[in-house]
């Protein structure tokens, strides 16, 4: 989506954190390893960064630039969030916050922010220490989305995403779902342990599909604190970004590039096309029709 050049940005929802740099003394992560990262992306779930890492004995963190600053401080307008990332990741979690804030009582919880922090490199988190290589991921214990943007690139280049800004923003509105999930309970209901086309982890992940796809629905309509709209009426083209993005983290578009097989009953996050079809369906109908949790297996 292109930002309103004219709405005002306030700052302060996006933090950025040093790079951690790991120096491990028994050699460094394997390549089994990453492809679990991988197959990981958009993970909604506690699981065990540190673990998945190796950050045991024998490795030692060397913190660079270390403390947690304001990652947007420079940006004041919808022009600067067009132009630089990191304004528009501070843009766009102020449209999502904007969103949630009125649309959470429509589901039955009473809305918190989440905290959004971009790294690079490494960072430690509640959830164990994350890499790039781990992806996008939201953190239940800390309540806090953590972003390396350098996976923007890895998006075009290793998944075949489009690109795009509104493939980007597809990325943070699906983290902050998965925060709405916590606020909803989701997280602790929700048995994610099994895998599978119809497994509860699927439909986690397929209802942040279509929470993100609810606020790019509405996102046209919120406002900053100036009455100003935050973005331009959306395009098919923008659309068919955040489609194009949905597609590239499908499990199977993933499994068939690392791996040359689909598999469907190891699943963990949805087919591209279960993705997309959650996506538009909160596109086109809002929040309250994304309960993935009701639906039969064979209609995901």
Request: aromatic letters at 8%; glycine letters at 14%.
């Amino acid at each position: 989506m292109t930002f309103n050049e004219d709405s005002q940005l306030k700052g302060g929802k996006v933090k950025r954190r040093g790079r951690t740099a790991a120096v491990a003394g028994g050699g460094v992560v394997g390549v089994g390893a990453i492809v679990v990262l991988l197959l990981n992306v958009f993970t909604g779930g506690d699981l065990d960064l540190g673990a998945l890492l190796g950050d045991g004995a024998g490795t030692t963190q060397i913190q660079q630039q270390g403390e947690t600053v304001d990652a947007a401080s420079e940006c004041r307008t919808g022009r600067d969030a067009n132009l630089k990332v990191e304004c528009r990741m501070e843009g766009a979690a102020e449209s999502l916050d904007g969103y949630w804030t009125s649309e959470a009582g429509k589901l039955g919880i009473s809305y918190t922010s989440p905290g959004f922090v971009l790294f690079s490199g490494s960072t430690d988190t509640g959830c164990g220490q994350a890499s790039a290589a781990t992806g996008p991921f939201y953190c239940p214990p800390d309540r806090a989305i953590y972003l390396d943007t350098a996976f923007y690139d890895d998006l075009q280049s290793k998944y075949g995403s489009s690109g795009g800004p509104l493939a980007q923003m597809y990325v943070v509105a699906h983290e902050w779902g998965h925060h709405v999930q916590q606020l909803q309970g989701a997280f602790a209901s929700t048995d994610r342990s099994g895998t599978g086309a119809s497994s509860g982890s699927v439909r986690v992940e397929l209802q942040a599909d279509c929470y993100a796809g609810a606020w790019v629905g509405d996102a046209a309509n919120t406002k900053d604190a100036n009455g100003e709209t935050f973005f331009e009426p959306i395009t098919r083209s923008e659309i068919n970004d955040a489609l194009s993005a949905a597609s590239a983290v499908g499990d199977d578009s993933i499994q068939q590039k690392s791996s040359g097989r689909v598999d469907p009953d190891s699943f963990t996050h949805g087919s591209s096309e279960q993705r997309q079809n959650w996506f538009m369906r909160g596109y086109q109908r809002g929040a309250t029709s994304c309960d993935t949790f009701s639906v039969p297996g064979s209609s995901l």
